[in-house]
């Protein structure tokens, strides 16, 4: 399981608000894009990054999360970032996926699920803590790149640096805003939600690795990265000043 998430095994989505009571509220993530009902926000712009192009001071860590059937990613940590107030700290990746036959994406868009979703969750800076993030709507930022399988695959090596995930062209102005909350329990509704209209290519071996039962040493994906410091912290901002289309 996950060591820093308490797993939540059997019951499915729909019964995550007899755990808890906010997985029953009405802002709740993931949801379907349906692009013939979007409403362009003119007041929506670049989004702007900063220290995603470096490689962080230290390794990221993978490890099978139990109930996503996802790895988690974690940096290693590095001094806080001090930066204007509405800036969103990386505070760490994970994917979701499905099975070797099943698309996983937790995101559809129009009504179509990809076979896998990165998410890069983010801490406004204004706050210190998760908890205290969690307490505030705009207190979680996270990106949403969907992944198609193409040629390419994703390096996650020490050198590992955040853009790498990011859309290839560079085109990251086109993208999907809404207010949600976090996917699993519990389910806070303190998320500003990017997802890039533009998928990222994964490697066909990336999403074998991922998809087929992970075994933690076997898995040529995860292994290398096993054995690394829980903690994080990357040294990237980015600053949400709007969506697009
Ligand atoms: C996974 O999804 C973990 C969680 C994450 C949660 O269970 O990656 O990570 C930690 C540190 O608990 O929760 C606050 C947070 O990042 C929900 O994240 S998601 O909404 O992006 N799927
Ligand atoms: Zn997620």
């Known amino acids: 399981g996950c060591p820093w998430f308490p797993c939540f095994s059997s019951a499915g989505p729909s019964h995550w608000k007899e755990l808890k009571a906010t997985c029953g509220g009405d802002k709740q993530s993931p949801v379907n ?19 995603y192009d470096q490689a962080p001071p230290g390794t990221w860590r993978l490890a099978n999360d139990g109930h996503t059937g996802g790895c988690c990613g974690r940096a290693p ?19 979701h996926w499905g099975s070797p036959v099943r698309n996983g994406s937790e995101h559809t868009l129009d009504g179509h699920q990809l076979p896998m979703e ?18 505030h709507p705009n207190g979680l930022a996270v990106l949403v790149p969907m992944s198609l399988p193409a040629g390419d ?10 853009s790498t ?32 209209e533009e998928p ?14 992970l075994s933690s040493t076997q898995n040529p994906w995860v292994a290398p990265l096993l054995d690394l410091p829980d903690l994080f912290c990357i040294p990237g901002s980015l600053q949400v000043v709007g969506a697009t289309r």
Request: net charge positive.
């Open 77 to 95: 940590s590095s001094a806080p970032a001090h930066r204007a107030p509405s800036w969103y700290r990386a505070l760490q990746l994970h994917f």
């Open 200 to 213: 990222v290519e994964i490697g066909r071996e990336q999403v074998l690795a991922c998809t087929a039962p």
């Open 118 to 135: 990165l998410h890069i969750v983010h801490i406004n800076v204004k706050y210190r803590t998760l908890a205290e993030a969690k307490g």
């Open 33 to 51: 894009i349906d692009r013939r009902r979007l409403q362009r926000d003119s007041g929506l712009g670049d989004i702007l990054f900063e220290g």
């Open 165 to 196: 995930l990011l859309p290839r062209t560079g085109r990251l102005s086109g993208y999907y805003r809404y207010q949600g909350s976090l996917t699993t329990p519990d389910c806070s509704e303190v998320v500003v939600w990017t997802v890039f």
């Open 153 to 162: 695959a994703v390096d996650l090596a020490s050198t590992f640096r955040l």
